[in-house]
């Protein structure tokens, strides 16, 4: 059973739509990071998120926080083809952190 | 390059057998996290290290092992390994411990036990 729950598990757009991401929990978390993952490469930092209810932007990624820190989500505006990867969210507890399933996000040309 | 070294990067070996994956942390970087990776289980958290000390321990076998040097590489050490062993092992660090900030990870070592 996963601490964190992603989905959807899998998403496939066309070049230009708009989609967004959930991970859900349970815990509450100290913060809470979003990931992007490419094949064969390890997770790279997107954000990282503290606060309830706070939200962060990041060209046309937008992240939130939600206020009980247990949720988060992840909205991408007019997606591209470089936006195609796995999506982890991770929260973090004392002193590790644990990663959701993730979401293998593929946009279309 | 995210400054998070692992080697090697592809690991073939057969059942039986024992290996050793090796990381060296981005510099400045204290804490170091093992993470096994496999299509059907996620990213799994092995174990961590500050500074040369165990800090915590997640679902790591007993046939693993690991330890974080004074100069703060870390190895991770897998023996009798099982067809099930396969998967990518990444190495993280980060220069507090916990991962309230994040972590940056390295490439990991794609292991194949045949």
Known sequence: ?109 | DSGVTQTPKHLITATGQRVTLRCSPRSGDLSVYWYQQSLDQGLQFLIQYYNGEERAKGNILERFSAQQFPDLHSELNLSSLELGDSALYFCASSVASGGRYGYTFGSGTRLTVV
């Not at chain 1, 967004?20 to 809470?32: A, D, G, I, Q």
């Not at chain 1, 909205?75 to 982890?88: E, K, V, W």
């Open chain 1, 1 to 109: 059973t996963q601490l964190l729950e992603q989905s959807p598990q899998f998403l496939s757009i066309q070049e230009g739509e708009n989609l967004t991401v959930y991970c859900n929990s349970s815990s509450v978390f100290s913060s809470l990071q979003w990931y992007r993952q490419e094949p064969g490469e390890g997770p790279v930092l997107l954000v990282t998120v503290v606060t309830g209810g706070e939200v962060k932007k990041l060209k046309r990624l937008t992240f939130q926080f939600g206020d009980a820190r247990k949720d988060s989500s992840l909205h991408i505006t007019a997606a591209q083809p470089g936006d195609t990867g796995l999506y982890l969210c991770a929260g973090a507890g004392n002193n590790d952190m644990r990663f959701g399933a993730g979401t293998r996000l593929t946009v279309k040309p």
